[in-house]
């Protein structure tokens, strides 16, 4: 009897502590639902990669980082993953609100007697809760986090949602997030195409990505399939024939290293990033991962056709750079773009980012001006070594190239065949200051653009896309280019939040001049216009089969070629980043024969288009050495194109048949010669 006293004691508190243990633990669940109620619904946001789409809507590139993460409905989801993630990760998944009793209770028993935190009893919505919102450390202090996490994402969403979020953002190992980038990853294929074994494997994964990867640890993956697939057949999920077949199909499995695909168009894609970041005005970061899909105006073929010709002209070994740019006149849209000759060794993008001087390819700014202000085709300059005194008494010399002239009186249409420097510098001159700097922002050229002399030699820094896009205005007839590489974005919900609309610009430059100027620019491959030289696009006329209108360009560290079709505008520049000179002659040809061999490429089996002539505009057939109506003694002639009033009226008085001699002209006849003469140099002084 003394120790009943004792007894009764001691049970009496044990009693006490398990009401206070227990009323206790009943305060802290009331806390986290209430807590949990007030708070609402965590936000099921996670990381997915953004895709980027062709013209064609094919797969082009992903943005995803050192994860790869693609977001798929449960619809889409094979019922066998379904099905194999219940039973091997959470049985009860259906029946419990979170927390499996009976597995925790189990997990409380077992780390009490080992004193460890090493027994796990997670639910798929506690992982799912830990995958999103926590790390993966056990401490007390995380699993409290992610049982108020859990009691949230219970509360507030359905089983399908739940089950849904995690099967797309559990770790599968080797970078991927969710089945869809496991099975893309590790078997090449959609995970609604996976098989029975298949299936099992990848659900082995995440228990340890590492331990039961089947590509470094196959052992330990096939125990674990086996162990799944026998967890299926006790819940009648699959048959014994099924798992035993399942568990001996030999599987192949893709490396995710020698597999992964190559990036195609990497500066373009780059392009891509930058424009959405404008159109959705958030930053780079996001959008790499927001699981956006962004459809571009990329064109798989033009983009291999313009990599292909720059690989087959430029030797690899060689340290030039290239920037190439190809663009639709009429839509703005970029069908291929190269920023470099290596993106792995330098993503630095050359048509965007750099700024490089234009040389003569800035010429036909310089003659659109000139056309708007009383020249024609036919008018005439002397093409001969000149100084120039300039305003502070500065003596300015342009050159031609090598030092050649022609020692007597060109041509419009011959000067910019052959692209004649004093014949442009004095154009210059007469047109007057600052008109050129204006003109050239009509274009669309922006930066600091020195009203100089020199300017008409493209002394200034302009971008690849600058220049594309302003020959576009003359290939469309004048109307401004809205370039662009996205046509749509749609979010990660499958919202469309932009579509472009595809309007025609604004009407900006005259259209008769436009026509003109694209008229003249295809004398640079038209060999009648030879002179004191060849015409510069004489290496490759040969290889053209169809009118193109272009105009090439050199300085010391740069050259250039930008051309275009009635359909399709591209240029090639070619430079060192150091700006160093060119000296390989090779090199500084390059840009011609890649922009030659692309159009060609990229024409192929295209209908023969040419440019359409506007109203007000006529052609007549000129001597091209003259300038003046052909006649049939002169040794070849050309169609050039005036607007109507200003064509030329007198024939060619240069070519008399062979023996005969030019006719002395009447007084009359030479007051009226040098009447013209004179109202001609007025009206270049003057307007």
């Not at 995803?64 to 993630?85: C, F, H, M, N």
């Not at 189990?106 to 796990?120: C, H, P, Q």
């Not at 004095?426 to 009509?442: M, R, S, W, Y």
Request: hydrophobic residues 35%; contains cysteine.
């Amino acid at each position: 009897m003394r120790y009943t006293q004792p007894f009764f004691t001691w049970t009496h508190r044990f009693l006490k502590w398990i009401i206070v243990c227990t009323t206790a633990i009943l305060l802290i669940g009331i806390g986290i639902y209430t807590w949990s109620f007030l708070l609402g619904p965590p936000p099921l946001v996670s990381e997915q990669n953004t895709i980027y789409y062709s013209h064609d809507e094919e797969v082009i590139g992903e943005e995803k980082g050192l994860e790869s993460r693609y977001w798929v409905d449960l619809d889409k989801i094979p019922e066998q993953v379904i099905q194999a993630t219940i039973a091997i990760e959470d049985k009860r998944f259906y029946d419990h609100h979170g927390f499996d009793l009976k597995r925790i209770a189990k997990a409380i028993v077992t780390d009490i007697s080992n004193l460890t935190l090493k027994e796990g009893a997670s639910t798929l919505t506690q992982q799912y809760s830990r995958n999103l919102y926590l790390t993966h450390d056990k401490k007390w202090s995380r699993k409290l986090k992610e049982a108020l996490y859990t009691v949230r994402l219970e509360m507030h969403y359905s089983k399908e949602e739940l089950l849904e979020g995690y099967l797309n953002t559990i770790y599968f190992g080797h970078g991927a997030y969710g089945i869809e980038a496991a099975s893309r990853l590790l078997f090449h294929k959609h995970a609604d195409e996976l098989s029975l074994a298949e299936a099992t494997t990848l659900v082995a994964i995440p228990k340890g990505p590492t331990y039961y990867s089947p590509l470094h640890h196959p052992e330990n993956s096939k125990r674990r399939q086996k162990q799944i697939l026998s967890a299926m057949q006790q819940e009648d999920m699959i048959s014994e024939e099924e798992q035993f077949l399942a568990a001996r199909e030999h599987l192949v499995f893709e490396d995710p290293l020698e597999n992964e695909q190559q990036v195609i168009g990497p500066y373009f894609q780059d392009t891509v990033l930058q424009e959405a970041r404008g159109i959705l005005n958030i930053d780079v970061e996001l959008i790499k991962s927001g699981g956006y899909q962004i459809y571009t105006t990329l064109q798989t073929d033009l983009q291999k056709q313009l990599e292909d010709e720059i690989t087959r002209q430029i030797d690899k070994e060689s340290d030039i750079e290239i920037g190439a740019l190809a663009m639709h006149p009429h839509t703005g849209e970029i069908g291929a773009l190269v920023g470099g000759m290596s993106y792995e060794k330098s993503p630095y993008n050359r048509v965007t980012q750099a700024k490089r001087m234009s040389g003569s390819t800035f010429k036909p700014f310089l003659y659109y001006a000139a056309l708007n202000r009383n020249y024609t085709a036919s008018t005439k300059l002397m093409s001969q070594p000149t100084s120039f005194v300039l305003e502070d008494e500065e003596v300015y010399q342009p050159r031609n190239y090598h030092g050649y002239y022609a020692n007597d009186s060109i041509t419009l249409a011959q000067a910019l065949a052959l692209s004649d420097n004093v014949y442009a510098v004095k154009t210059n001159l007469f047109l007057g200051e600052g008109v050129l700097a204006e003109t050239a922002q009509d274009f669309g050229i922006s930066g600091e653009l020195p009203a100089v002399p020199s300017l008409a030699l493209g002394t200034a820094s302009v971008s690849i896309k600058e220049m594309v896009k302003a020959y576009g205005m003359l290939a469309n007839g004048g109307h401004e280019v809205d370039e662009h590489t996205i046509v749509k974005i749609i979010d990660r919900h499958g919202k469309v939040v932009f579509e472009r609309d595809q309007q025609t610009g604004e009407a900006v430059l005259d259209q008769q001049t436009s026509f003109i100027l694209t008229k003249l620019m295809t004398g640079m491959f038209d060999q009648k216009l030879n002179g004191y030289m060849d015409v510069t696009g004489a290496s490759i006329a040969d290889q053209l089969t169809r009118p193109y209108a272009g105009k090439s360009g050199t300085t010391d560290g740069d050259s250039w070629m930008i051309g275009y079709s009635p359909t399709l505008v591209t240029g090639v520049w070619t430079g060192y980043d150091d700006n160093r000179p060119i000296e390989v002659v090779s090199e500084a040809a390059s840009p011609k024969k890649i922009w030659a061999g692309f159009m060609e490429t990229a024409h192929h089996d295209q209908p023969q288009t040419d440019f359409a002539a506007p109203p007000g505009v006529v052609k007549v057939q000129v001597d091209p050495e003259s300038g003046q109506l052909a006649t049939p003694y002169c040794p070849s002639t050309k169609v050039m194109y005036f607007k109507k009033g200003t064509e030329p009226t007198d024939h060619c008085h240069t070519h008399f048949p062979e023996g005969e001699k030019e006719l002395e002209p009447d007084n009359d006849q030479k007051r009226k010669v040098n009447d013209g003469v004179f109202q001609r140099l007025f009206d270049l002084f003057t307007n």
